[in-house]
Structure formats: C-alpha cells, structure tokens
C-alpha cells in the first residue's frame, strides 16, 4: 500500500502547477484523500481534502481559490491543481488517505488533521521562486 505524489517543480510566482497523487496496491476510490505540505521548520499542513464519491471538498483559506483538489477513481488518481501561487506555497508536497468522508468532517471543523491520515506516500517538491 502506497501513494505517491508527482508533479512537482519549479515555478515563478503567478505560475501554475499540477500534482499527481498515485496509488500501487489498493484502490483510492474507497478513501478521502488529502494533500498537505511541510515547508522547511514548519509542521505539516492540511491544504486541501475531497471524500471518496461525493465530490465534497475542503480548502484551507491561505489555498482557497487558487487550488483546486479533484480526483478520477477510474484511473486511481487524485490531482491538485495549484494557480497563482506564491512564494509561501513553497513545501514538499504529500497526498495521505483518510476516511471517505473526511472532508465534510473537515468542512464540520474548519481542520484537515493529519493524524486522520494513513499511507503517506513520498512527497513532491514544489519551489516558487523568481
């Protein structure tokens, strides 16, 4: 069992990027899955959530309107579509399954908690720099 997250790179602000999050071993579509971030010296951050079917999704406010979580359990994918980002975005990406419902719990509390997470998969390095 295990996720990997691809995607990543280098990007001015203002840029744009899209991260892969993959599955070996196991279906996604029977999980939520999240995507966080640590930056160095920081903790991990929840940045983003979507349940298993429904479509429901969660953002955190430093991410919302710029990122945009989806996901196609037919081909055992889920994306995050990063826009106009900034200098602060700058972390090591990292996608982690949950409960199926875990973004309306997210929704529920205003929090993506990273110990509701399992199978953290290797992340991607995402830099914004000029």
């Known amino acids: 069992v295990q996720l990997q997250a691809s995607g990543g790179g280098l990007v001015q602000p203002g840029g744009s990027l899209r991260l892969s999050c993959a599955a070996s071993?196991?279906?996604?579509?029977?999980?939520?899955i999240g995507w966080f971030r640590q930056a160095p010296g920081k903790e991990r951050e929840g940045v983003a959530c979507?349940?298993?079917?429904?479509?429901?999704?969660y953002y955190v406010d430093t991410v919302k309107d710029r990122f945009s979580i989806s996901r196609d359990n037919a081909k055992n994918m889920v994306y995050l579509q990063m826009n106009s980002l900034k200098f602060e975005d700058t972390a090591v990406y990292f996608c982690?399954?949950?409960?199926?419902?875990?973004?309306?719990?997210?929704?529920?509390?205003?929090?993506?908690?990273?110990?509701?997470?399992?199978?953290w998969g290797q992340g991607t390095q995402v830099t914004v720099s000029s």
């Open positions: 982690a399954t949950a409960r199926p419902w875990a973004a309306s719990t997210a929704q529920a509390t205003g929090k993506i908690l990273p110990h509701e997470y399992q199978s």
């Open positions: 071993g196991f279906s996604l579509e029977h999980f939520a």
């Open positions: 979507i349940n298993s079917n429904d479509g429901t999704t």
